[in-house]
C-alpha cells in the first residue's frame, strides 16, 4: 500500500523553464509534506515544506503547493538550472507517527542547458 | 554547524554477520531516524529515537535494532546478515522528530555477498 505516489519516474525540461514535479497522497491524517532532492550516493537535502494549514509555500527558485481536497502536492522550480538535475523525492508525516517519514519513489528531473 | 554525520560511507560483509552502523545528528537534535533505501522498495523507515527511547518503528524483522545515546548518537545493528539486506542505510535527525525537517547524513551502503 504505497500512501505517497510520484506518478512520473522522469521529467525532462529546457534551462530557464519551469519545472513541476507532483505527487499524490492516500492517507488524510498527513499534515507535513516535504520535497527532498538526492543526488547519487548522497543522502537526501531538503528543500522545502508545508504544513496542512497552508495550500502555499514559497522559497526563492522553490515553490510547493498543497491541495488537500485532491491529496495533491507539487513542486514549481523557477527557472530551472541544469545543478537542479536530480532526484526528487516528496515525503509526508502525520504529527501522531513522531520522526516517520513516508516517501514517494521519486521523480528523476534533467535539465537541459 | 556540522551535518549529519555517518560511519563508515562503504561495507561489505557476508551472510549471516552482523553490522553496526553509527549516526551523529546535528548539534541540538535530539531526534534520530534511520531509513533504508534499495532500487525496488525506495526509501523506507526503519525506527526513530528521541531522547535514548525508541518512539516508532517501520515493518522491518527483529533483526534490525538500534538505539541512542545520551549525546544523541544513535547506533543501529543488523544481526544475520541476508543478501536482501544490501542497501544505503540513512539516518535523519531533527530537533524533536514531530512537524520538522529531518536533515540526512550521506548514508551508509552496506553490500552483503
Known amino acids: 500500500d504505497q500512501q505517497v505516489k510520484q506518478n512520473s519516474p522522469s521529467l525532462s525540461v529546457q534551462e530557464g523553464r519551469i519545472s513541476i514535479l507532483n505527487c499524490d497522497y492516500t492517507?488524510?491524517?498527513?499534515?507535513?509534506f516535504l520535497w527532498y532532492k538526492k543526488y547519487p550516493a548522497e543522502g537526501p537535502t531538503f528543500l522545502i515544506s508545508i504544513s496542512s494549514i497552508k495550500d502555499k509555500n514559497e522559497d526563492g527558485r522553490f515553490t510547493v503547493f498543497l491541495n488537500k481536497s485532491a491529496k495533491h502536492l507539487s513542486l514549481h522550480i523557477v527557472p530551472s538550472q541544469p545543478g537542479d538535475s536530480a532526484v526528487y523525492f516528496c515525503?509526508?508525516?502525520?504529527?501522531?507517527?513522531?520522526?516517520?517519514?513516508?516517501f514517494g519513489q521519486g521523480t528523476t528531473l534533467q535539465v537541459k542547458p | 554547524k556540522a551535518g549529519v554525520t555517518q560511519t563508515p560511507r562503504y561495507l561489505i560483509k557476508t551472510r549471516g554477520q552482523q553490522v553496526t552502523l553509527s549516526c551523529s545528528p546535528i548539534s541540538g537534535h535530539r531526534s534520530v531516524s534511520w531509513y533504508q533505501q534499495t532500487p525496488g522498495q525506495g526509501l523506507q523507515f526503519l525506527f526513530e529515537y528521541f531522547s535514548e527511547t525508541q518512539r516508532n518503528k517501520g515493518n522491518f524483522p527483529g533483526r534490525f535494532s538500534g538505539r541512542q545515546f545520551s549525546n544523541s548518537r544513535s547506533e543501529m545493528n543488523v544481526s544475520t546478515l541476508e543478501l536482501g539486506d544490501s542497501a544505503l542505510y540513512l539516518c535523519a535527525s531533527s530537533r524533536s522528530g514531530g512537524a520538522n525537517e529531518q536533515f540526512f547524513g550521506p548514508g551508509t551502503r552496506l553490500t552483503v555477498l
Open positions: 515525503a509526508a508525516s502525520d504529527s501522531s507517527n513522531t520522526g516517520k517519514l513516508i
Open positions: 492517507n488524510s491524517m498527513f499534515d507535513y
